[in-house]
């Protein structure tokens, strides 16, 4: 393929700029949006398009994106690159002042750049530096990959670390944090007053709702409206929302099986059109029993799927 860099001539979409440098044309959107990192080229019609330079200097910023930095720090030192500097094969990674992490590791055996990178954040601190770099995943990945397939696998790692150690629950509490506030700034909130929502509640007893959370931003995705009732919902209060809303699912979550109660999920009132129970998370996997005409998903993928449905 024909080099581009420095090429005054070549004008490329946001489409084709994205093909030519392994991104999405939603990250590349989002660079321009939060960062400030555009296309040079406006056309007579108003279209922007990318030049060499910035097809060169797009391609920098994901190096150093990919090696950990921050993307607005990667953007701020890619533009303090003189374009002569910028060639097909990205320099070294440029100094981008980083906070320390003190030391720690996090162990993620086979991890990749990207969940490496947050790994790092994580011990850093650095929650702003982790909201950011999951909503750009979600925005190119969707949120059922990013969930699955790079949060799923840190998360656990910080909490095996806490298991093993002892230490670092407030790494646990910033990232949580962190991937929370991308999670609800995710998409756009669709109208429940248009058709019946779905309702997301935990167990009377449950703290963890990061993963309801990315089930109400992957349903987001999905045009599905949704009502989040969040941690330790008690069980008279549960019954009331189920009353009021008239929901077409509802959505119990337990992460332990000390929290999943069926004499809960049992309890629940009636309605017609009824609603439909799911039971998610991996406390519910010895009650599936006492519960026969739920639904119990094995990932936040088939939960999403099971709802659409």
Known sequence: MTSTTGDPDVALSVAEAAAR????????????RRYGLAPSIRTAGGHRRYNGTDIARLRVVQQMVDGGVPPGEAVVASLELAPDSLRDTPPATPSVTRRRG??????LPGADDVQRGLARAAVSLDGVTITERVAELMDEHGVIATWEDILVPVLSALGERWYQTKRGIEIEHVTADAVAR???THGDLPRTDQQRPVLLACMPEELHTLPLMALQAALRDAGQPTVMLGARVPLVALQDAITRLRPRRVVLWAQLPDVAAAEIANGLPTQRPP????????GWHDAAADVPDAQYPASLG???ELIVA
């Open 275 to 282: 609603h439909k129970l799911v039971l998610a998370g991996p």
């Open 102 to 107: 003190g030391g720690n590791v996090i162990a």
């Open 21 to 32: 440098v392994g991104l999405t044309a939603a990250t590349l959107r989002t660079w321009d």
């Open 182 to 184: 991308a999670l609800q």
């Open 302 to 304: 088939e939960a999403v």
